[in-house]
């Protein structure tokens, strides 16, 4: 195989080195060009990058509230697991989402002798929002939506 076969051997590495030079130059147009493109798509410009001593941001701790629903029967309907939004229906203004996508915990069995209605339903939420579901339930009615 002599001569014919150093040829294709030489041809071959040829093609080779061709083919890593085209693909070095596609990853290196996609990886400069990738974050100008999706800028000029409307997607978000690119930010600065955070450092590697930057602290991660801080994880947002859930706490247990137990909200009152007017409506007892669509808390029936509830199961753990559940995701639901919690509106506050206001008299004097439009109904406005206290919390959304909030994670059904735990549905107590309804009492028999509650006189103002409702039924009581526990949520995971962050702090803030329990802080805002307390505020708001002992105002005003409180309904829920399935997600």
């Given amino acids: 195989m002599g001569r014919s076969g150093d040829r294709l051997r030489r041809t071959m590495r040829r093609r080779r080195r061709a083919a890593s030079a ?3 130059v596609v990853a290196a147009a996609l990886a400069v060009g990738g974050t100008e493109a999706q800028a000029s798509r409307g997607g978000a410009p690119p930010g600065p990058r955070p450092s590697r001593t930057a602290a991660p941001p801080a994880a947002v701790r859930m706490v247990s509230a137990p909200v009152r629903i007017a409506d007892a029967a669509t808390v029936r309907l509830l199961r753990p697991g ?3 939004d919690v509106v506050a229906a206001e ?7 206290v919390a959304a996508g909030a994670r ?7 009492e028999q ?3 103002d209605g409702g039924a009581l339903v526990v949520l995971s939420v962050p ?3 329990a802080r805002a579901l307390v505020g708001v ?3 005003t009615r409180l309904a829920v939506t399935l997600c």
């Fill in 82 to 84: 559940d995701r639901v």
């Fill in 22 to 24: 085209a693909l070095a």
């Fill in 137 to 139: 339930g002992a105002v």
């Fill in 104 to 110: 059904v915990a735990e549905v107590p069995r309804a």
């Fill in 113 to 115: 002798d509650v006189g």
């Fill in 127 to 129: 702090r803030d929002t």
């Fill in 91 to 97: 008299r004097a203004g439009p109904p406005r989402v």
